[in-house]
């Protein structure tokens, strides 16, 4: 995995971050996630610093301290977030409970001891363990469920790597959706997936009574 010396000139000129973030650090490299692009400077950069970031069709992370650069939402990535989301939506709402679903939100993974806010990943769905309508805070509690669905560059080690991450980090359950081969892999716990192909019902456990055809979360 390489990592580019020079943040602000992956950023331009027009880079936005705050007075803490600016100092250079006397760190070591951290060992990095195998997703995404590391911008490693030696400058410490925490969650409220992505969040002033201009727009330029990528999306950012933090991870312990640095930023990781990922591919922007494509159309097709897109489409397939929005029609996972409304599905379990629509589970929740006729449940009574309007505030279980969120896409593109950040979370703080922050370990204790670590720097506040020096770990933010952003599931493409979550579903939150309580029903509060959030706030503009990042969210502080793990979700219960966290759904990735996989761009194009993405590779399964990268994915399951993600997949383990959330799981020793509180995070319940994931999904991994590939719309290359129409597939979502279901994480229980770490080393424990199960492989569903279009012809085949999502449940869980987490949600009761709830089952959905594979072939919607592609098609809607």
């Known amino acids: 995995m390489s990592y580019d010396g020079n ?34 400077s030696g400058v410490f950069y925490t969650a409220d610093d992505v969040e002033r970031l201009p727009d330029d069709s990528y999306r950012y992370e ?16 897109g489409l397939i977030c929005q029609y996972i989301g409304r599905l379990l939506e629509g589970y929740w709402r006729s449940r009574g409970e309007m505030y279980r679903v969120l896409q593109n939100v950040g979370y703080d993974f922050t370990s204790p001891g670590d720097p506040p806010r020096t770990l933010m990943l952003v599931p493409d769905v979550a579903v939150t ?40 980090h ?11 081969s129409r597939t979502v892999d279901i994480w229980t716990a770490p080393g424990t997936v199960m492989t569903m192909n279009d ?22």
Not at 66 to 76: A, K, N, S, Y
Not at 170 to 180: A, H
Not at 202 to 213: D, E, R
Request: charged fraction near 15%; proline fraction near 13%.
């Open 62 to 77: 933090v991870y312990q301290r640095v930023l990781i650069r990922m591919p922007g939402t494509g159309p097709e990535h």
């Open 7 to 40: 943040v602000h000139g992956a950023f331009g000129q027009n880079a936005v971050c705050s007075k803490k973030a600016r100092e250079l650090m006397q760190i070591s490299p951290p060992t990095f996630p195998p997703w995404g692009q590391p911008l490693y």
């Open 129 to 168: 363990r309580d029903n509060v309508r959030p706030g503009p805070e990042i969210e502080q509690i793990p979700p219960l469920v966290a759904i990735e669905v996989a761009s194009p560059s993405d590779y399964r080690p990268g994915m399951e790597s993600r997949a383990t991450f959330y799981l020793t």
């Open 170 to 180: 509180g995070v319940q359950e994931v999904w991994n959706v590939w719309p290359r």
């Open 199 to 220: 012809q085949q019902n999502i449940t869980s456990v987490l949600l009761p009574g709830w089952s959905c055809p594979v072939q919607q979360c592609f098609d809607g």
